[in-house]
């Protein structure tokens, strides 16, 4: 029989079960005939040395511990099922007796996901969002449109502006001396890019093709080369080219340039504005999403978390993260190199926000057993399509990478999100929201 016993208030105890004497000698006996194998008594082939003539030389019990291990999984997770937890990480064992013809008895540290006591999560008040889309952000969508059609010609007899494209040699120095990455020839600069230290590419506005300007700048203290850091430079610049975006008229052509599914203008604005208003309606659920749930987790007292719950989640995070660089091809050295950091730093990053998201699943699960949710066959069915055609892969696929329990799990989730979702309620001003918080953060801290 198992019994759980907790350390005081924290998400941590012990619990003690037995393996009954049956169930400890089948153990016995598998061990038997796998050491068998492995040992040569004399008289006997090997693998055949009789169980009475095994007793005798080597004793039963240096069979337990081989048995035990055989035993122990099936006997564990039962002991678990019984007292009714949920262990988060590998128990700390401990053998209190195996006593030939007794039950074996045991004990096991164990640390168990924390209580959840569920506060308010439904019918949340949350900041109120506008999802109209007006025609003045129709119009900046089309005229980014415009900007992307655009194409370059040369400038003649006028000098260079912001917005224009300078063809240039350049020649940095540091006190007087070369620096790597310093010089360049034909390099193609748009002023006001702001792709250049700062102070480069206004020191070239004003100026003609042909000239030769001394570019006169600081790098700055927090400049990635850390020779460079806080130094003055010096740029030697010859201009070869000054050239000007040439903007097409926003017109029917212009509309069936962009948009082969369109005639017209018109039909071209139409469709900005709805998917607009499908990135608009995305944004606000999102953000609705994310306020309420917040609110739900902040309304809810949760037990001592275990640290190797928070642990798990960063390990994950990570792992998750690196797999995305992946699919697009940079591999975990290559990003490290890219980014100049290491995993620990990409880990310390994760792990600033993991005691929130552990909460937060936590939450979420307890309110999937509150509002007695579930995942259909159906469900379950249309989460496999969905993800076959996320991630080009067939049905069966899918099914061999992610179980039926994890499907059933993120589905649940899922539900309860919007469960919390689609009955918040709209009616806060953004001051009042910040207000709220910042109230709620005092209370926390006290």
Known sequence: MAKWEREGDKSRGKLTFEIDVETAQKGIDKAFEETKKKITVPGFRKGHVPRQIFNQMYGEESLYQDALNEVLPEAYQAAVKEAGIKPVDQPQLNIESLEKGKPWKLSATVNIEP??????????????????ISDAEVDSELEDKRQQQAELVLKEDKPAAKGDTVVIDYVGTVDG????????????????????????????????????????????EDYHAKEL???????????????????PDLDDDFAKDVDEDVDTLDELKEKTKKQLQKQRDDSVRSQVEQEAIDKAVANA????????MMDDDTNRQVQQYLAG???????????????GSTEDDLRKQFADEAEHRVKTNLVLEAIVKDAKLAASDEDIENEIKDLAEQYQMKADEVKKVLSRDMLTHDIEIKKAVDLVAD?????LEPKQAADNDDDKKEDSDK
């Open 423 to 427: 009955s918040a309620k709209q009616v």
């Open 115 to 132: 209580d959840v006591k569920l506060g308010d999560y439904k019918g949340l008040e949350v900041t109120k969002h506008s999802t109209e």
């Open 229 to 247: 850091a806080g130094k003055d430079a010096n740029f030697a610049v010859t201009i070869h080219e000054i050239k000007e975006k040439q903007l």
């Open 177 to 220: 001396k070369k620096f790597d990455g310093g010089s360049a020839d034909n390099y193609s600069l748009e002023l006001g890019s702001n792709s250049f230290i700062p102070g480069f590419e206004d020191q070239l506005v004003g100026h003609n093709a042909d000239d030769k300007v001394d570019v006169k700048v600081t790098f700055p």
């Open 325 to 339: 660089m992946q699919q697009q091809g940079i591999s975990p050295k290559m990003y490290f190199q890219i980014t």
């Open 301 to 308: 007292e949760i037990g001592d978390i275990p640290q190797s």
